[in-house]
């Protein structure tokens, strides 16, 4: 069966399984106004987060578009997601990888984004430092990162989250990166939750990121 069609279909199933909601309104999360970039902070020591503007997705493809406004809103930029899907290429069938967040990120943020892909279907300890590094880096930097995951994947509070197809970034982490936090656009009931990074690492397996 077609990836992309597979991906459709899936994330319907997908979405109605995990009873996500998928339409909300733009909610302010450690944020500036709009245009100006909202400014990175510093906790405690091994922590780290972007201010950003969390916004729901208002259908079941539109992860990556919502993904991705979440990243630019980190640098300022306010676009609606429909102009970063017609620039992403998004239908009903969804978006295609993660080659295309980045190629989009990188128009609006020239050269700050590239993509890794983690092609096996469980992530590697090297993998997993890599993803680790890459958020790390990213979030000191003010950037958030954009993640393709497949299947299934629990949190820090041991919540289950599964989606056969799905785009969600990476605002904050903490204990040196080994937790990270998400801001899931189709879930605008939690918004964000913890997650330990090699659990990430499995769930992008397969897939890519962009940082």
Request: net charge negative; charged share 20%; aromatic share 6%.
């Amino acid at each position: 069966m077609n990836l992309i069609l597979r991906r459709s279909m899936l994330s319907v199933a997908g979405l109605l399984m995990t009873g996500a909601a998928v339409a909300g309104p733009a909610v302010a999360a450690h944020a500036a106004p709009a245009g100006t970039a909202p400014a990175a902070k510093n906790d405690r020591p091994g922590q780290h987060r972007v201010g950003y503007e969390y916004q729901a997705q208002p259908n079941y493809y539109y992860c990556g578009p919502a993904s991705t406004r979440i990243a630019l809103s980190a640098e300022g930029k306010d676009v609606s997601q429909d102009e970063l899907a017609a620039k992403l290429g998004t239908t009903e069938n969804g978006t295609d990888s993660a080659i295309d967040i980045t190629r989009v990120l990188n128009e609006y943020a020239p050269g700050r984004y590239k993509t890794t892909e983690i092609s096996s279907d469980v992530a590697s300890n090297e993998q997993v430092e890599q993803l680790r590094s890459d958020v790390r880096a990213a979030v000191d930097a003010g950037e958030p990162v954009v993640a393709n995951v497949l299947g299934s994947a629990v949190d820090a509070d041991g919540v289950e989250h599964s989606y056969p197809g799905h785009y969600l970034t990476v605002v904050e982490y903490k204990d040196d990166g080994h937790t990270v936090k998400i801001a899931d656009p189709a879930d605008p009931a939690a918004q964000e939750y913890w997650m330990d990074v090699k659990a990430l690492a499995n769930w992008i397996a397969s897939r890519g990121y962009s940082s």
